[in-house]
């Protein structure tokens, strides 16, 4: 039995110095007590992936957790998809076909395919803007889920979405806009066996954009010996089930204190802003405007 968790954020992009070396820590510590074989740093495209990944490597150093190179991307039309490689050489070249807003989602399987990588389409349904179904409706998911290697059959984000669900104002004071929202959070927790059924292979990832977020990760029933060939094993769409973390044990999710949602809340806003902006400078610049 291998464990996976096929996204990951380390978080530290444009951080003070104090603020990188005390995440880093609570990474390398987060890493010691859940003790996964696998975790992939998936940083956003627009927030130094290559970066993220080689501190990464360093905290991971002296652990058996290998760090695999990735990064999710995010497409012209706004929607998040995962690409994950082999080694450094590959991520490098990779990464030069998915600079933010200048590809297609469309084109996703032809870029896998010629950078040599694997793609995920992340959070589907996420009530946020970066799902292919907020972009492109559900038929869109239809048409992409052939192209892909993977869709994301839980991302822990979902966790903290239904959670915030119970205590945002606005949602409260709106119950169809709530009702629509929690079933979003809900799918994007866990994605209807329809969709799965439909895909080549599903993942079981945590999204934690805080170390102590990795609650729930993939597990596969892969000899301990192909480790070494985790790559060409991804390649092959095994079967995960769910890998409850010994964070998870650790935490009470519904009785954990709004802090904790909070702060994810609060960097998955932060980064929508921001990736807004770039949007809108990419647009003004295509256009000469």
Known sequence: ????????????YMTRQATRKKRLSRHLEIMKLNQLDFV???????????????????VANDLPTHIIPGVEAVSKEGVDIIFLYRNEADFRNGLKSLEPFHWSVWDMKHIADATNA??????????????????????????LLPDADYVEAHNGSGLFLMRSAETNPTLAAN??????????????????RQFQADAKGATISSDAHF???????????????????????????????????????????????????????????GEA??????????KFKRTGS
């Open 40 to 58: 992939a740093s998936t940083e956003h495209g627009y927030k130094a992936p290559l970066d993220a990944w080689l501190f990464l490597v360093d």
């Open 175 to 192: 119950r169809t806009l709530k009702k629509v929202y929690q079933q979003k959070a809900r799918f994007t927790a866990d994605l209807p």
């Open 118 to 143: 694997i793609s995920i389409i992340a959070h589907p349904f996420t009530p946020g803007t970066s799902g292919i179904v907020t972009q492109a409706g559900v038929a869109g998911l239809r048409r």
């Open 273 to 282: 802003i921001y990736k807004k902006r770039l949007k809108t400078l990419y």
């Open 211 to 269: 170390p102590e977020h990795q609650l729930i990760v993939g597990a596969t029933d892969v000899d301990e010996s192909q480790r070494g060939n985790w790559f060409d094993v991804l390649k092959q769409r095994p079967e995960f089930v769910r890998h409850l973390t010994t964070r998870y044990h650790e935490c009470d999710l519904s009785r954990s204190k709004d802090r904790k949602t909070l702060a994810m809340m609060q960097c998955i806003l």
């Open 1 to 12: 039995m291998l464990t996976f968790d096929l996204h990951y954020h380390t978080n530290i």
